[in-house]
């Protein structure tokens, strides 16, 4: 896939059809892949890299790319084209700078889980159906993909690319039965002194890095909220426990209806916080009360907290129902 | 349940200029009674309520937030009860799911004839929150020190 | 730190009895920012309006306080206060310490601390106000007046006089409303027709007022003095211009059997139809629904015989779309309906009639023109039962339509209806069952007293039980007389029944598009129960008649025209000041995402494409959000949608409310 793409890509920097490229190059190690921007052929070879440790969403990188002049290429998985969708919809990238190639996935790795298979000390992978071939300093590991996925894999939502100038393989299917809802259907069987505890448990690791935010394309305000003085919460760091629930939930809160699940936030956070589980509980409350919704599906769909219908269940189905 | 006589909650309402804050003024001219422990803040519509709000008064030291509003189909600006019951439906299920008591929140839709109602609901909701005891789960310790 | 007075008012002793008041002002004048703190028995009164305004100048304050009656209340009252001294009027808070605070609470202590946290939350919030300059919108010296019963003729009419052009929205082919339907008024026992259709012909006449007959409202948008309004006019299948109102039509109609609304359906009607012979505008209406041509497409014969050549079954409903100024609701009342009520037998007997459809027995042109007859056989009843309050002052809902208020007419209109059976025909017997009589009014006691002293009707105390239809077609009347604590049975021939009237049923909907609110009764709320009572709470909308509340022809003729004086005092004025309460972006947050766009119900954002050169990031251009200062009401969905924060509501900043939030909290 890899050398189909900088070809596809080389093609079209010398066509003139686009000036950039937004992809992916290694970084210090061979699993922190990060996204990054080649102008030329050479650069491509130099540096462009696709392998599944490419998790990364480049979705939110278009809304600066794609002001600049000249069209910008942009290698968009499942998940990406999702935000993508999303940010188009909220007007935040010009559709006209971007030229799209979908690329289909089938699952992107975990880098903890491969080295808690095996492979520590890794150099380079290659994959192959379910095996994984892992270069390491110690000779290859192969290890199996399924047991090596991010969360968010293993609970794929759709391997279909939403939006596309062209596709590079096989587009996938959406996949309804992922089962991306039953932890946060497990919490909300919890008790309420349970619940408390595995959050405060979770989120009082946060040291409030910021991660999530910064990698999230939901959150990509101009300015953030907990950066505004005027706001009346900006922060720095979380002094107390309130505070990290309160940038949790906010932040959970601005995102709500308008995450596509991509699940960049928990990939990204240092301190293994499922962050996704705050979000997914939106998605699914969304879901039950107003009707399934996924943002980012379609362009310009229209976000659920601010839509509304006159049916409206009251506030107090949560007292009533769901959650114990 | 064991109700600690003592404990005097504090109470935050948030009211809308024309339905519930009009509805708490007439509860004040027939003098029906509800607990001093509630507080209201006027705001133009149930839909000016941000839920950070809603978090900061729980931060410093309220024991329960209600948000009242005109009925749905009466808002003053036609639509704003209407995205502020979506946005309080998700938000109080999500305090919900992180295990903060539910009966600590609540939304009820007074309109400007509803004094008695207004009384009553506010009679119940200290109540309730009464009984739950001091809200520890979300409060930030720093600020209530004196 | 800003430099702050809070001025503490006692209310006579409607504050001070509850609320010690000395110890809150010297409590709230021991806070960081507060340089004077002072009480005093009216703030609102001239004397104490002049302590806020010297105190303003003498320790040259620059927010003020007042912890006194509801902001809704004297809000304004105390912002021209403030103004008068040089402030600007918006650095003004009101802490509520009479309604929510004094009125409520019993114990002093209590309510003391009470009224320091509010008034400690009214500082911490002037001290985060801005000074707000409000924009002026322009005026459009037009009037609708949305219903053509006398309520809304008088109120058009007024306007007209005042010399601004008015126009009325009448659902029904014809202007006039129940008026038109009544025989006599009371308590001068003057024709009704006589005193109402000269003033629907003036409508007519007028040139400044347009009449849209069969036409509903149908979508409401914008903001006093600049409301657009979309008026469906529904297809009568009759060209208004064009038709004389001849009635050749309606003659030669074959279509005969259709209930006639205007006699409540004591008669027939036929599909091509005038409601009455002075119905305005005089020209006729196709029923739609049973119109042969226009159900089946045979017939034609209406068509054949108008000379005008008016008739058009082609013709379509229109809307029309006009901006107005201001907007008076006019929607009157109907009895409601009694059919539930099977223990009056009024489903049941032909002779059990509603006092509506008395007044239609009684008139002229009534379907026994204007003799009293018994509906079941025609004969002349002599022995009448009026009951009072059938639905009306019905505690619990019983009969799934009654009503807990009362309807205010009835009393006055029965006492009419006995006393012109017993006049006309003096060989009748006539009883009245009554909870209470209410004839307050002028001349109102003295008319029922005539009914009783002079006309000999029977009022007896008490509710009727039962009325059963008997084989020799009388009605067994069972009633106990509270009085002499007795059960009685009336061997009577006529029952009739004062039905409690309601809101219409237009009412609701149109109150959802004019957001103006309503009662739990569908009645429109006023402004202010005792000082603005023909004012709706949303600026630009007035109340005429019963859509307010139950009320007479004299009343409602009363209030019309003080409806209409509001009105004319509005549109007198050029230019309007706006809520400078509105909302607001910072384009440097803003996203340009449209959640602020897509919950806003006025329209009242835009988005431009704003160069910020001075970035060095790429992003040099970006969409950002303009709010129309002049539409937008501040209801402030946009501030909350908004995920960034950019947008902001002035007067209600998210740090003036989260400060509040502190100080309560504190």
Redesign the interface.
């Known amino acids: 896939m890899q050398s189909e793409m900088m070809k596809r890509a080389s093609e079209l920097l010398a066509d003139g059809t686009v000036v950039r490229v937004l992809g992916w190059k290694n970084g210090e190690f061979v699993y922190d892949p990060t996204p990054a921007v080649f102008d030329s052929a050479e650069a491509l070879e130099k540096d462009f890299v696709y392998h599944d440790f490419c998790g990364s969403n480049l979705s939110k990188y278009l809304?600066?790319?794609s002001?600049?002049e000249g069209k910008t290429l942009v290698f968009l998985k499942p998940c990406d084209s999702y935000s993508f969708n999303q940010l188009l919809t909220?007007?935040?990238i010009k559709r006209e700078n971007v030229y799209i190639i979908g690329v289909p996935c089938d699952g992107k790795l975990d880098p903890d889980k491969v080295r808690e298979a095996g492979a520590e000390g890794i150099l380079g992978i290659t994959t192959d159906g379910d095996t994984v071939k892992a270069e390491t300093m110690y000779g290859e590991v192969s290890v199996s993909k399924k047991d090596c996925l991010l969360e968010r894999c293993e609970v794929c939502k759709s391997h279909k690319v939403v939006v596309y100038d062209e596709m590079l393989g096989e587009n996938g299917e959406e996949n309804p039965e992922s089962g991306r809802f039953d932890m946060v259907a497990k919490l909300e069987a919890m008790t309420p002194e349970e619940r408390f505890a595995f959050w405060r448990g979770e989120l009082s690791r946060c040291i409030r890095c910021n991660a999530c935010r910064n990698i999230c394309p939901a959150c990509?305000?101009?300015?953030?909220?907990f950066d505004?003085p005027?706001?009346?919460v900006s922060q720095k760091a979380a002094a107390d426990s309130f505070e990290e629930n309160m940038f949790h939930i906010i932040r959970a809160f601005?995102?709500a209806g308008?995450c596509t699940d991509c699940g960049e936030c928990s990939r990204v956070c240092p301190q293994h916080i499922p962050l996704h589980l705050l979000n997914r509980k939106f998605i699914k409350d969304i879901n039950t009360y107003y009707g399934e919704y996924q943002a980012g599906a379609e362009e310009g769909s229209?976000?659920p907290?601010?839509?509304f219908t006159k049916e409206d269940c009251e506030p107090n189905v949560v007292y009533k129902g769901g959650s114990k | 349940m064991q109700v600690n006589q003592e404990f005097k909650p504090?109470i935050?309402a948030f009211c809308c200029?024309?339905?519930s804050?009009?509805g708490?003024?007439?509860?004040?001219?027939n003098?029906?009674?509800?607990p001093?422990d509630v507080?209201?803040?006027?705001?133009?519509?149930s839909?000016?309520?941000?839920?950070?709000?809603i978090l900061?008064?729980f931060q410093?030291?309220?024991d329960g937030v209600i948000l009242c509003g005109?009925h749905p189909?009466?808002?003053?600006?036609?639509?704003?009860n209407y995205?502020a019951r979506r946005?309080m439906t998700l938000l109080f299920s999500m305090l919900d799911y992180l295990g903060i008591e539910k009966e600590r929140t609540r939304v009820e839709w007074v309109?400007?004839?509803?004094g008695a109602k207004f009384?009553a609901t506010m009679n119940e909701f200290v109540e309730t929150v009464t009984a739950l005891g001091e809200n520890k789960r979300l409060e930030d310790l720093r600020c209530k020190a004196k | 730190m800003r430099r702050i007075g809070v001025f503490v008012c006692h209310c006579g002793t409607n504050i001070a009895a509850t609320v010690d008041v000395k110890t809150v002002a010297e409590t709230l004048g021991k806070e960081p920012a507060v340089v004077y703190a002072t009480d005093y028995p009216y703030m609102c009164s001239e004397a104490g309006q002049n302590i806020i305004k010297d105190a303003i100048k003498e320790y040259q304050l620059e927010g003020v306080v007042v912890c006194s009656c509801?902001?809704?209340m004297h809000e304004a009252t105390f912002r021209k206060t403030v103004a008068a001294a040089g402030l600007n009027p918006y650095m003004l808070e009101v802490a509520?310490i009479?309604?929510?605070?004094s009125?409520?609470?019993?114990?002093i202590p209590?309510?003391t601390?009470?009224a320091i946290?509010?008034g400690r939350?009214a500082i911490a919030k002037v001290l985060l106000n801005t000074p707000l300059i409000a924009g002026e919108s322009p005026v459009t010296k037009r009037a609708l007046v949305i219903g053509g019963g006398i309520a809304g003729i008088q109120t058009a009419l007024d306007i007209a006089e005042a010399g601004y052009p008015v126009d009325i929205v009448e659902k029904e082919p014809t202007i006039g409303g129940k008026m038109t339907q009544i025989d006599k008024t009371f308590p001068t026992l003057d024709c009704s027709s006589c005193i109402l259709t000269p003033k629907m012909v003036e409508c007519a006449q007028n040139d400044k007022i347009t009449i849209y007959s069969y036409s509903e409202v149908e979508a409401v948008t914008g903001f006093v003095g600049n409301f657009s309004v979309k008026i469906r006019r529904k297809a009568r299948f009759v060209d208004e211009d064009k038709c004389t109102g001849c009635g050749a039509c309606t003659e030669k109609c074959p279509v005969k059997n259709i209930p006639d609304a205007y006699n409540l359906g004591l008669s027939n009607r036929h599909a091509a139809y005038i409601p009455f012979a002075q119905a305005i505008p005089n020209v006729a209406v196709l029923d739609s629904t049973r119109c042969i041509k226009l159900t089946k497409g045979k017939c034609g014969l209406c068509s054949t015989v108008c000379s005008a050549g008016a008739i058009d079954y082609e013709q379509k409903e229109t809307f029309v779309e006009e901006k107005y100024g201001a907007i008076v609701a006019a929607t009157g009342y109907n009895p409601i309906n009694i059919d539930g009520y099977d223990e009056f037998a009024y489903s049941q007997s032909k002779d059990v009639v509603t006092s509506l459809e008395f007044e239609r027995i009684l008139k002229a042109d009534g379907p026994t023109e204007g003799h009293l007859q018994r509906l079941s056989d025609g004969k002349q009843p002599k022995t009448l039962v009026f009951v009072q309050c059938v639905g009306s002052r019905e505690s619990g809902s019983q009969h799934g339509c009654g009503k807990e208020y009362c309807s205010k007419i009835c009393c006055m209109y029965t006492a009419k209806h006995a006393m012109l059976c017993r006049e006309k025909y003096p060989d009748t017997d006539v009883y009245v069952f009554y909870i209470d009589v209410r004839t307050p009014g002028k001349n109102y006691d003295e008319f029922y007293r005539r009914a009783v002293e002079q006309y000999g009707v029977h009022y007896i105390k008490g509710m009727v039980g039962k009325v059963a239809p008997q084989s020799d077609g009388t009605l067994d009347v069972q009633a106990s007389d509270l009085i002499s604590n007795e059960q009685l049975h009336i061997k009577a021939d006529m029952v009739v029944l004062a039905a409690a009237i309601e809101a219409d049923k237009s009412a609701r909907p149109l109150?959802?598009m004019l957001?103006a609110?309503?009662?739990?009764n569908d009645f429109f709320?006023e402004a202010h129960a005792k000082l603005r009572p023909v004012e709706s709470?949303?600026a630009g909308v007035f109340l005429s008649g019963v859509c307010q509340g139950p009320k007479d022809i004299p009343e409602t003729v009363a209030q019309a025209g003080a409806a209409a004086s509001k009105v004319i005092g509005l549109l007198a004025k050029d230019k309007l000041s706006c809520n400078p309460?509105v909302s607001h972006s910072d384009p440097?947050?803003?996203?340009?995402?449209?959640?602020c766009a897509?919950?806003c119900?006025y329209g009242a954002i835009t988005?431009e494409e704003k160069d910020f050169s001075r970035r060095q990031?790429?992003?040099?251009?970006?969409?950002v959000a303009v709010v129309n200062e002049a539409v937008c009401?501040?209801?402030?969905?946009c501030?909350?949608?908004c995920?960034?924060?950019?947008m902001d509501?002035k007067g209600?900043a998210?740090?003036q409310?989260?400060a509040?939030?502190?100080a309560?909290?504190?």
Not at chain 3, 588 to 595: A, L, Q, T
Not at chain 3, 617 to 623: A, P
Request: hydrophobic residues 35%; glycine residues 8%; positive net charge.
């Open positions: 809304i600066k790319l002001k600049l909220e007007h935040r990509s305000c101009e300015q953030c909220v505004n005027a706001s009346g601005h995102v308008r229209r976000a907290l601010v839509n | 504090k935050v200029n024309w339905c804050y009009a708490a003024d007439l509860a004040g001219t003098r029906s009674n509800y001093a507080k209201i803040i006027r705001v133009p519509c839909c000016r309520v941000n839920p950070l709000f900061r008064a410093r030291g309220a005109c189909g009466d808002c003053h600006y036609t639509t704003g995205y946005r309109s400007a004839a509803e009384a | 509801s902001p809704r509520n009479r309604e929510q605070c009125w409520i609470h019993k114990d209590e309510a601390a009470k946290v509010l939350a109150a959802t957001t609110s309503m009662d739990t709320t709470p949303t309460c440097m947050k803003c996203n340009g995402c449209s959640s897509n919950v119900p988005y990031d790429g992003s040099m251009i970006r969409r009401q501040g209801c402030g969905a501030t909350v949608a995920p960034s924060g950019a509501l209600f998210t740090g409310i989260m509040e939030v502190d309560i909290c504190k």
